[in-house]
């Protein structure tokens, strides 16, 4: 079988990828190791996505409204301050209120396996696009101007151009074999949910203390979601504790401003690395999402910086293929990859920089970074300008981020 566009890796990103593409006319073979239709998890999963106003109209416009609506939570405000566990947050801070660039939010929480779920429901019933699943592509090569993809199962596709979508070690990225920019920081971050007993009122907080900060995020109902990043050493031995010694050592950092805590489902962590590709492009292939850069979650904006990838490739794809191009060149290809080094090495310095800085227990640091957060607070302008960075509407953005059509 053919298609104009294999994807390898039916996450988020290239489910997106696969939603966008089909519904400009271009047929799609989408290649996921996991099975369609996984078991639904009754309860609360704290492995929730902040997703930015502008990754909030991409959804949008593959059809996700009502998903985001009913599933979503609106974060409307965002308290950023430095502390450390048992002090409480520092006395300056800063704060961002959606309502400065005249916008009721910055977008939504939702929970990741919601998100999957809308995306796979609308690409079974999208015409263009192929699902295989569970399959796993083993390798890739080009062949007479098309790529092939061949399937652990000895089954060979192909397609005028594929996207890796499947992670930095994934079989695309393998393929293309970039230069990556690549550093572990010794940290791993542990994410759950609490249930807790004041309201948070949309209002997402990130406290920065030594050895990481840790993020409070507003989900539906009395909920949060928290991402809570320490060395590896003690996230490993965290998230071992029983639940009552665990919460005993997550309420001095949490702080009591929301009353009273309860662990709301499982437990999860995650080794924080960078990876940053030096190139995303390569003849008949490139890389979308976690298979180009994986970042510190910090900024919460890994998802969202995949999926301004998404709205970025099918924008280069779709028009070059108005054009009569052959779309899986390499010319047209690193169009995509000019297009979106800035915005994913910008954003991976600035992570690294300010994780550097934040998870310092240096008092001339802690002196300086407060200062800092107290003059942008201080400074309207900038702090709109913030703001309009965090809702992920800076930038040259794509069509389909900016609510245009292609």
């Known amino acids: 079988m053919d298609g104009d566009i294999a994807i390898s890796g039916g996450g988020i990103v290239g489910t997106s990828l696969a939603l966008t593409l089909a519904r400009e006319g271009l047929s799609v073979l989408l290649f996921d190791r996991m099975p369609s239709a996984t078991p639904k998890k009754s309860g609360v999963d704290g492995r929730a996505f902040a997703l930015s106003l502008s990754s909030c109209s991409l959804l949008k416009s593959i059809g996700l409204a009502d998903l985001l609506r009913d599933r979503g ?20 801070a800063l704060n961002l ?21 809308g995306l796979i429901e609308l690409a079974a019933v999208e015409p263009g696009i192929v699902r295989f699943s569970p399959s796993v592509v083993s390798k890739c090569r080009i062949e007479s101007s098309k790529a092939i993809l061949s399937l652990s199962s000895g089954q060979e596709y192909s397609s005028t151009a594929v996207a890796g ?14 230069p990556r920019i690549e550093k ?11 249930a807790h007993e004041r309201p948070h009122c949309g209002t997402a907080h990130q406290f920065f203390m030594p050895p990481g900060p840790i993020a409070i995020l ?16 003690e996230a490993s031995r965290l998230v071992s504790l029983p639940e009552e010694e665990f919460m005993h050592e997550l309420r ?24 940053l590709a030096e190139r995303t492009a390569a003849p008949r292939a490139t890389l979308v999402g976690e298979s180009a850069h994986g970042l510190h979650p910090l900024a919460g904006q890994g998802l969202n910086l995949g999926l301004r990838d998404v709205a970025a490739l099918t924008e280069i794809i779709v028009l070059a293929h108005r054009r009569g191009e052959d779309f899986g060149s390499i010319n047209v290809l690193r169009r995509y990859q000019e297009w979106r080094r800035i915005d994913a090495a910008s954003l991976a310095a600035a992570t690294d920089f300010f994780n550097w800085i934040y998870s310092s227990d240096n008092g ?11 003059i942008v607070d201080g400074m309207p302008w900038l702090r709109r300008a913030l703001i309009r960075e965090a809702a992920g509407m800076s930038g040259m953005q794509p069509r389909l981020i900016s609510g245009k059509p292609l």
């Open 97 to 117: 209120d959606a309502g400065e660039i005249q916008t009721d939010s910055f977008g939504c929480m939702i929970e990741g396996r919601y998100l999957l779920e």
């Open 218 to 233: 507003p989900m539906p109902g009395s909920l949060s979601s928290i991402v809570w990043t320490e060395s590896t050493s």
């Open 184 to 194: 572990d920081y010794g940290q791993s971050a542990i994410v759950c949910a609490v």
């Open 73 to 92: 939570q609106k974060i409307t405000s965002v308290h950023i301050s430095d502390g450390r566990a048992g002090e409480g947050a520092g006395p300056i």
């Open 165 to 178: 979508c499947d992670g930095r070690n994934g079989p695309v990225a393998r393929w293309i074999d970039p």
């Open 364 to 374: 001339m640091l802690r002196a300086a970074r407060s200062l800092g957060m107290g």
């Open 252 to 275: 001095p950092r949490f702080g009591d401003f929301l009353g009273a805590l309860r662990l709301a489902g499982d437990r999860f962590v995650w080794p924080l690395s960078l990876s």
